[in-house]
């Protein structure tokens, strides 16, 4: 009988081991609103929507709903989910934004035909996180800019209706459609002298949003589907974050506790 | 609001210290197109506005240009205070600017007539003439129309980037082409569809007033009326502001009431005024005049609104006025000659 609590506590020291590796990934991959940016070397491959680079880069699913601006349609819009990835080399931070549209519209040549567009918003001082509908006077965005006639652009906006472009941007894009999706990849290098323009640091992580039109339902301006803040995980934190392990750590170490106290109390009551 | 001396009150927009406006006197017009050409050449000359008519004329009853605008929407709601959306209507509404076979004609020696080079089947005017009534008591006129620089523009309203705005010193009705997107929503939002979407340089672009004439800013420096107004061979338009009291808009709008504005319930108080129309009396099967009226008033009533019926009647008593041999201001202001009375525009400066 001696050797049967040794095991017991053997095996219970094994499983919360397992558990503690497992659980985590099983109960979500990463917290709620972030979206991962691969570490890349040499980002020569990230500047089209296939690179080779990108199967590097994991992405996050980011819902999206009607931005309910005061603009007819505002409140209906059609996309609803957008897929987010991002990498960075040391000079360039990069985003593929993907989603499925069914009409691919890349032209705006008659009165009622509007463009397919994309555009992705950060706070000009990240350190505090603007109002979500295009920032405030006092706390801006940087938004990225593209759309189906390929035209890319850097903005300012200070609010709804304040979208300023930005002359002598760096920003890059490049876009394919492929099987009723866009693939759009924008990129900026990291830092920028400009005031009115984000420099992303690699020392914290950056607040995101995301906005899709669908120029087929006549989507423009505030006729958009609209993301929630979410992050770009810049800063140094583990790719897993810390305290999910530490927390399963802590519970599991509880229970072998536990078990060993109980084992050791019914051994006492038998006297043995 | 100002108020005048005798009473009558000239609304001007918040904000706007004068307001231009036009007198056009539908009883004189040719339909000869001559102010949409003027219009054309100098503003609208290609570069994406190929089909765009900033000043047009059309025949009514008609569909007008584009093609069935009353029926669009826009404006405001019975108050006047909640914007109703209109409808963005196609490039086919408005017309294609066709290609004609002038290399063919003109270079290449074909023998075959100037034409479109497609069946042309729907474009500016396109109904010129048709009207309506039966044969001997049909009826038509010709509807010149630019944008109104209204007093209470929905298009202004319409635009969420503060693209569209009212000049404070004329009330002028302008897009700033910077920071226009090309939304469009000011296309769906005027209910006489004067503003235009430039396909090629992704904005909207409108009448303009020829605010630069107006400023004296031609070769000689010289205040000239717009080019629609001067060109007009019957000289049918008055051009000067509503809030000058001396001026013939002021008179003939406010004190007269014989001016009216066209569909007053779009509610965006238009400051382009229209003298309505009068047609000979209908005519019997035998061919003799009768006591009615050729063009049904109750159509006038939908283009005008009620006050076209006062306005119709005090014309007719101005006629009989002069016809006796008396004087009528109004009869005079509307046959003037003089220049310096049908364009008073430096009453300001
Ligand atoms: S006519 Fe139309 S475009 Fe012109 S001011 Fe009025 S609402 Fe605006
Ligand atoms: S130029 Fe004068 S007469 Fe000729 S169509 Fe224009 S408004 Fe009418």
């Known amino acids: 009988m001696e050797r049967r609590p040794a095991l017991l506590a053997a095996l219970l020291a094994a499983s919360l081991v397992v558990t503690t590796l497992a659980a985590p990934a099983l109960v979500s991959a990463r917290p709620a609103y972030e979206i991962p940016v691969a570490d890349v070397d040499d980002g020569a491959t990230l500047d089209t929507a296939d690179g080779e680079e990108w199967t590097q880069a994991p992405s996050a699913g980011v819902p999206l709903s009607s931005s309910g601006a005061a603009v007819p349609g505002g409140d209906e819009s059609t996309v609803d989910e957008v897929r987010v990835a991002s990498a960075r080399t040391d000079e360039r931070l990069y985003l593929r934004v993907s989603w499925a549209d069914p009409t691919r519209d890349t032209a705006a040549g008659d009165v009622r035909q509007f463009a397919d567009a994309v555009a992705v918003q950060v706070p000009v001082n990240e350190s505090a996180r603007p109002p979500i509908a295009m920032g405030s006077t006092d706390n ?39 099987d009723g999706r866009w693939y759009v990849v924008l990129s900026r290098p990291l830092t920028d002298s400009s005031d009115d323009r984000t420099t992303f640091s690699t020392e914290r992580d950056v607040d995101v949003a995301v906005a899709v039109w669908n120029g087929s339902s006549m989507e423009r301006s505030g006729a958009k589907a609209t993301s929630e803040w979410y992050y770009l995980a810049l800063g140094p934190g583990p790719e897993g974050p810390p305290y999910e392990t530490i927390l399963w750590l802590v519970a599991g170490l509880g229970m072998v506790f536990t078990t060993l106290v109980t084992i050791e109390g019914i051994r006492r009551t038998r006297g043995e | 609001m100002s108020q005048t001396d005798d009473g009558t009150d000239v609304r001007l927009a918040d904000g706007i210290d004068h307001q231009v406006a036009m007198v056009m006197d539908l009883n004189k017009c040719i339909g000869c197109q ?85 069946q042309p089947d729907w474009g500016p005017n396109f109904d010129e003439d048709e009207g309506a009534g039966e044969y001997p008591n049909s009826y038509y006129f010709y509807l010149p129309r630019i944008c109104n620089h209204c007093t209470h523009p929905s298009c202004v309203e319409a635009c969420p980037r503060s693209a569209l705005y009212k000049r404070e010193e004329d009330g002028i009705v302008l897009v700033d082409q910077d920071r226009c997107r090309g939304y469009r929503y000011c296309v769906e939002g005027c209910p006489y569809k004067k503003v235009y979407y430039n396909a090629m340089k992704k904005t909207s672009e409108k009448c303009i007033f020829c605010y630069p004439r107006i400023e004296g800013e031609g070769p000689e420096g010289e205040v000239l009326p717009p080019s629609c107004a001067e060109d007009c061979p019957p000289q049918l338009r008055l051009v000067g502001y509503l ?107």
């Open chain 2, 243 to 349: 809030d000058d009291e001396e001026g013939p808009i002021h008179k003939l709008v406010n004190e007269h009431e014989v001016a009216v504005r066209l569909h007053p319930e779009y509610r965006t108080e238009p400051n382009v005024y229209y003298i309505p129309p009068f047609a000979p009396p209908q005519h019997s099967e035998s061919g003799e005049s009768i006591e009615s009226e050729r063009i049904p008033r109750n159509y006038l009533e939908e283009l005008f609104g009620p006050d076209v019926h006062e306005a119709l009647n005090t014309i007719e008593r101005e006629r009989a006025k002069v016809e006796r041999g008396e004087e009528s201001e109004v009869m005079e202001l509307l046959t003037t000659t003089d220049t310096t009375d049908q364009y008073r525009l430096e009453v300001f400066d």
């Open chain 1, 140 to 178: 801006r965005v940087n938004v990225w800019y593209w759309n189906g006639l390929n035209v890319s652009q850097e903005l300012l906006a200070g609010g709804p209706g304040t979208t300023t472009v930005l002359d002598d941007s760096d920003l890059e894009s490049n876009a394919t459609y492929r």
């Open chain 2, 34 to 118: 001559t102010c949409t050409i003027a219009c054309k050449t100098n503003w609208t000359d290609g570069g994406g506005r190929e089909y765009m008519y900033w000043n047009n004329v059309e025949t009514k009853p008609g569909s007008g240009y584009p093609r069935d605008w009353e029926e669009m929407g826009g404006g405001w709601d019975e108050d006047g205070e909640e914007r109703t959306p209109g409808e963005l209507q196609d490039k086919e509404a408005y017309g294609r600017a066709w290609e004609f076979n002038h290399e063919q004609v003109m270079y290449e020696g074909s023998d075959e007539p100037l034409r479109p080079m497609e």
